[in-house]
């Protein structure tokens, strides 16, 4: 059974930073991609950062570029996202999603990710 939980998530203000965990079990966790996705209120579930299972290759929605940054360490079966220069439309639920295969790195769909951790709310005031 694969396992995520988010940690890190909590209120912000405009132009502030904040630094979310996914910390992962039940997987093969250096092989398979991982992803960030999020959901702001009464919006469907979107794509916000994508990495390889070796950390080498890191896919980004045009939304976070430049302001969000994936990485992972896998010794620590962990994955971050540092969200920069934080805006009031970041604020969502934002998830953590292991990916299907290990060749589905920076795939944007919710379709390829089959494990999902329960959310961590994320609220940028203006």
């Known amino acids: 059974q694969v396992q995520l939980v988010e940690s890190g998530g909590g209120l912000v203000q405009a132009g502030g930073s904040l630094r979310l965990s996914c910390a992962a079990s039940?997987?093969?966790?250096?092989?398979?991609?991982m992803a960030w996705f999020r959901q702001p209120p009464g919006k469907e579930r979107e794509f916000v950062a994508g990495i390889s299972g070796a950390g080498v290759h890191t896919y980004y929605a045009d939304s976070v570029k430049g302001r969000f940054t994936i990485a992972r360490d896998n010794a620590e079966n962990t994955v971050y996202l540092q969200m920069n220069s934080l805006k009031p439309d970041d604020t969502a639920v934002y998830y953590c999603?292991?990916?299907?295969?290990?060749?589905?790195?920076?795939?944007?769909?919710?379709?390829?990710?089959?494990?999902w951790g329960p959310g961590t709310q994320v609220t940028v005031s203006s």
């Open positions: 039940g997987l093969y966790f250096d092989i398979y991609p």
């Open positions: 999603a292991a990916a299907r295969s290990p060749s589905s790195a920076g795939v944007t769909t919710t379709l390829e990710y089959h494990a």
